[in-house]
């Protein structure tokens, strides 16, 4: 195969490379960084060791904050989706008056700036006297996650023309048969991809967390924020990478097994 | 009585009225086509039959009840859709049996009912396929056994013959005319081609900016159109606009805009002075040599008599087209059919005298309508 590469395929590899060394390189170099013996990071490579991610046993508040972090993204995902199916499926569906302004205002936490809306969420929060909790923050995440799930839906109801509905109600399915013999099933895809999404950017978020943690939910990312306040070393290294991969696999699943176009 | 009936139906989506004042019916057993040009409602009108748009006035009766505003999943009615709309998860026989399933039959006899659907539309032996394994023509197959494996009281066709090829097609027509007859199940066909509207129907609506202008069976469509649209749009003619002069011994007299007088036989009467449109089929037109002997007599300077000129010939198979001048500004084709090549006698170029009975040129007020083409 690679006799015939030309030279324009092969620029067009080199550049890939570029943007691949771009994006994962700093990711590449923590990674290398968790198995590196050397006490700092970063530091040259000195030697090879997992005895960073052995570590990991003996920091307990790190395995709490993983457990915090996977409930919170549960939830997050779970609800953004119970609200996020619905609303994808009638934007696709129904023609609506001001849609557009609509649609701006679901995906607005896509572009709001994490800090305000944690900040916003956080006077919320007070206004109505509640307290910060973990359900708080669970739901709070899954404010900002929902626009995921709705993108991943929309992607797929696209080429899912409505008359395939129609037809089913022709032959005596009511709404709720239509949703779970004909919608559900044909968008499942669509669905997986919105909820791992979802999940995801939950698992990732810092900024929207800082601002309502408590001891009882303190995510992985508050967690890692904390200890490289005071150090970092390869240990927090190898908690990163741990989270890099874990996202990196689910990306991939959603891209390449479930076939869920999220990015374009 | 009637077993559908469509009651001075209107619909409006947001500021555009897709269905005015429509009104059409049929008998039990029967098959009516909605024809009419892209855009004039068709789609809407057949989707409120169905139930999944609801009227903005007017009502629709099914066999006796008034259905306007049940849902459509309780109106037990076929459909089939212009892009065929099947279900991409489930194979031929779930898609087909899915109706039968909301109906809760048995397994056995679910199985018997949607084989013997399979086999009327002669895909026997796919059952097992998904829709993206199939052709365009047996994904439409597979949508009308799915409507009619329900043993609907009525059966609506959205433009099912559209996305075929010809050959195709013409094999569909027949069979869906059969099947439609077999199961004696009222059948409202949309197309927007008048010949098939002729061919498969026993009524014709003809529609046109959402309203119903004519409606009959297809003899009196095609014979006696009420509308200029319908005499535009029914069958291939010439149209000469012009406007319409006194009554001569029976007939109505019209001068065209490019002032060529002609009689012809007026639908309705017309008042003198009013525009008017003469509509004269294609098959009815005479072209002979100007110096050739009257076959049957008729007055050679007697009225509907010109001289023109043969401007192009087009060999159909098994009829010419001569598309012939007449005039400065007219222009007329006369379609004669041939038994073979050597039947046709006049060339290119050649000076015609073109004439046609008046009994056969429709004279009919012209409704102020965007030109249509006279194909
Ligand atoms: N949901 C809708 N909202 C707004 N306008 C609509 C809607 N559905 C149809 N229309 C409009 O109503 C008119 C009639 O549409 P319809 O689909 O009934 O036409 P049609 O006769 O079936 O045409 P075609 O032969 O192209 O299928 C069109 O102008 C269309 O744009
Ligand atoms: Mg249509």
């Given at each position: 195969?690679?006799?015939?590469?030309?030279?324009?395929?092969?620029?067009?590899?080199?550049?890939?490379?570029?943007?691949?060394?771009?994006?994962?390189?700093?990711?590449?170099?923590?990674?290398?960084?968790?198995?590196?013996?050397?006490?700092?990071?970063?530091?040259?490579?000195?030697?090879?060791?997992?005895?960073?991610?052995?570590?990991?046993?003996?920091?307990?508040?790190?395995?709490?904050?993983?457990?915090?972090?996977?409930?919170?993204?549960?939830?997050?995902?779970?609800?953004?989706?119970?609200?996020?199916?619905?609303?994808?499926?009638?934007?696709?569906?129904?023609?609506?008056?001001?849609?557009?302004?609509?649609?701006?205002?679901?995906?607005?936490?896509?572009?709001?700036?994490?800090?305000?809306?944690?900040?916003?969420?956080?006077?919320?929060?007070?206004?109505?006297?509640?307290?910060?909790?973990?359900l708080g923050l669970a739901l709070i995440h899954a404010v900002f996650v929902m626009p995921y799930v709705v993108r991943a839906m929309l992607s797929c109801l696209t080429g899912l023309s409505p008359s395939v509905s129609e037809a089913a109600a022709s032959l005596g399915a009511n709404?709720?048969?239509?949703?779970?013999?004909?919608?559900?099933?044909?968008?499942?895809?669509?669905?997986?991809?919105?909820?791992?999404?979802?999940?995801?950017?939950?698992?990732?978020?810092?900024?929207?967390?800082?601002?309502?943690?408590?001891?009882?939910?303190?995510?992985?990312?508050?967690?890692?924020?904390?200890?490289?306040?005071?150090?970092?070393?390869?240990?927090?290294?190898?908690?990163?990478?741990?989270?890099?991969?874990?996202?990196?696999?689910?990306?991939?699943?959603?891209?390449?097994?479930?076939?869920?176009?999220?990015?374009? | 009585?009637?077993?559908?009936?469509?009651?001075?139906?209107?619909k409006q989506f947001s500021g555009h009225l897709a269905v005015d004042d429509a009104s059409f019916s049929a008998q039990e057993g029967e098959i009516i086509c909605l024809v009419g040009p892209s855009g004039c409602g068709k789609t809407t009108a057949l989707r409120m039959i169905a139930?999944?748009?609801?009227?903005?006035?007017?009502?629709?009766?099914?066999?006796?009840?008034?259905?306007?505003?049940?849902?459509?999943?309780?109106?037990?009615?076929?459909?089939?859709?212009?892009?065929?709309?099947?279900?991409?998860?489930?194979?031929?026989?779930?898609?087909?049996?899915?109706?039968?399933?909301?109906?809760?039959?048995?397994?056995?006899?679910?199985?018997?009912?949607?084989?013997?659907?399979?086999?009327?539309?002669?895909?026997?032996?796919?059952?097992?396929?998904?829709?993206?394994?199939?052709?365009?023509?047996?994904?439409?197959?597979?949508?009308?056994?799915?409507?009619?494996?329900?043993?609907?009281?009525?059966?609506?066709?959205?433009?099912?013959?559209?996305?075929?090829?010809?050959?195709?097609?013409?094999?569909?027509?027949?069979?869906?005319?059969?099947?439609?007859?077999?199961?004696?199940?009222?059948?409202?066909?949309?197309?927007?081609?008048?010949?098939?509207?002729?061919?498969?129907?026993?009524?014709?609506?003809?529609?046109?900016?959402?309203?119903?202008?004519?409606?009959?069976?297809?003899?009196?469509?095609?014979?006696?159109?009420?509308?200029?649209?319908?005499?535009?749009?029914?069958?291939?003619?010439?149209?000469?606009?012009?406007?319409?002069?006194?009554?001569?011994?029976?007939?109505?007299?019209?001068?065209?805009?490019?002032?060529?007088?002609?009689?012809?036989?007026?639908?309705?009467?017309?008042?003198?002075?009013?525009?008017a449109l003469a509509v004269i089929r294609h098959s009815r037109v005479r072209v002979e040599k100007p110096d050739s002997p009257d076959s049957d007599g008729s007055d050679k300077a007697g009225p509907n008599v010109f001289s023109g000129r043969v401007e192009l010939i087009n060999y159909?198979?098994?009829?010419?087209?001569?598309?012939?001048?007449?005039?400065?500004?007219?222009?007329?084709?006369?379609?004669?059919?041939?038994?073979?090549?050597?039947?046709?006698?006049?060339?290119?170029?050649?000076?015609?005298?073109?004439?046609?009975?008046?009994?056969?040129?429709?004279?009919?007020?012209?409704?102020?309508?965007?030109?249509?083409?006279?194909?």
């Amino acid at each position: 195969m690679s006799a015939r590469i030309s030279l324009g395929s092969a620029g067009a590899i080199a550049w890939l490379v570029l943007i691949y060394l771009f994006v994962l390189g700093p990711a590449a170099v923590v990674i290398i960084g968790s198995f590196n013996t050397a006490t700092s990071f970063p530091s040259d490579f000195e030697g090879f060791t997992f005895g960073w991610y052995a570590q990991l046993g003996e920091h307990p508040e790190f395995l709490d904050a993983l457990f915090v972090s996977i409930q919170i993204g549960a939830i997050a995902a779970f609800v953004g989706s119970v609200i996020g199916i619905p609303v994808a499926l009638a934007l696709a569906r129904y023609d609506f008056r001001f849609k557009g302004m609509i649609t701006a205002f679901i995906m607005a936490p896509l572009i709001l700036p994490q800090i305000v809306l944690g900040m916003a969420m956080l006077q919320l929060l007070t206004a109505l006297q509640l307290p910060a909790t973990f359900l708080g923050l669970a739901l709070i995440h899954a404010v900002f996650v929902m626009p995921y799930v709705v993108r991943a839906m929309l992607s797929c109801l696209t080429g899912l023309s409505p008359s395939v509905s129609e037809a089913a109600a022709s032959l005596g399915a009511n709404a709720w048969q239509r949703f779970l013999l004909i919608t559900l099933p044909i968008t499942r895809a669509g669905i997986m991809a919105g909820f791992i999404f979802a999940f995801i950017m939950s698992f990732i978020n810092l900024p929207l967390s800082l601002f309502l943690t408590t001891p009882t939910s303190t995510t992985l990312p508050i967690r890692m924020f904390a200890y490289m306040e005071s150090q970092i070393d390869p240990f927090i290294a190898a908690v990163g990478s741990l989270t890099v991969i874990a996202v990196i696999a689910g990306s991939f699943f959603i891209e390449k097994i479930l076939k869920v176009r999220l990015l374009a | 009585m009637n077993w559908l009936e469509f009651r001075n139906v209107s619909k409006q989506f947001s500021g555009h009225l897709a269905v005015d004042d429509a009104s059409f019916s049929a008998q039990e057993g029967e098959i009516i086509c909605l024809v009419g040009p892209s855009g004039c409602g068709k789609t809407t009108a057949l989707r409120m039959i169905a139930g999944f748009e609801t009227p903005t006035s007017g009502e629709i009766w099914l066999g006796g009840h008034e259905v306007s505003t049940l849902p459509a999943h309780k109106r037990n009615i076929g459909i089939t859709f212009q892009n065929y709309a099947l279900f991409p998860h489930m194979t031929v026989a779930a898609n087909v049996g899915f109706g039968l399933r909301m109906r809760k039959f048995g397994r056995e006899e679910s199985r018997a009912k949607v084989a013997a659907a399979l086999a009327m539309v002669r895909l026997d032996g796919l059952d097992a396929r998904y829709p993206s394994q199939l052709s365009g023509g047996q994904q439409q197959r597979v949508a009308l056994a799915r409507a009619i494996v329900i043993e609907p009281v009525m059966l609506l066709l959205d433009e099912p013959l559209s996305n075929l090829d010809a050959m195709l097609r013409e094999e569909m027509r027949v069979e869906i005319k059969e099947i439609q007859s077999r199961l004696k199940i009222t059948t409202v066909f949309v197309t927007h081609d008048q010949e098939e509207a002729l061919t498969i129907s026993d009524r014709i609506a003809v529609m046109q900016a959402g309203q119903v202008v004519q409606e009959g069976t297809p003899v009196e469509v095609f014979e006696r159109p009420q509308h200029s649209f319908v005499a535009s749009f029914i069958g291939q003619s010439n149209l000469l606009r012009g406007v319409a002069a006194a009554e001569v011994d029976g007939h109505v007299g019209m001068r065209t805009h490019s002032g060529i007088d002609l009689h012809g036989r007026p639908i309705k009467p017309i008042e003198p002075g009013t525009p008017a449109l003469a509509v004269i089929r294609h098959s009815r037109v005479r072209v002979e040599k100007p110096d050739s002997p009257d076959s049957d007599g008729s007055d050679k300077a007697g009225p509907n008599v010109f001289s023109g000129r043969v401007e192009l010939i087009n060999y159909l198979g098994d009829s010419v087209q001569y598309v012939c001048s007449l005039g400065d500004a007219e222009r007329i084709i006369a379609t004669v059919a041939i038994a073979n090549a050597a039947d046709i006698a006049l060339a290119a170029g050649d000076d015609v005298r073109i004439s046609w009975p008046a009994g056969d040129c429709l004279v009919v007020a012209d409704a102020s309508m965007p030109d249509q083409d006279d194909d």
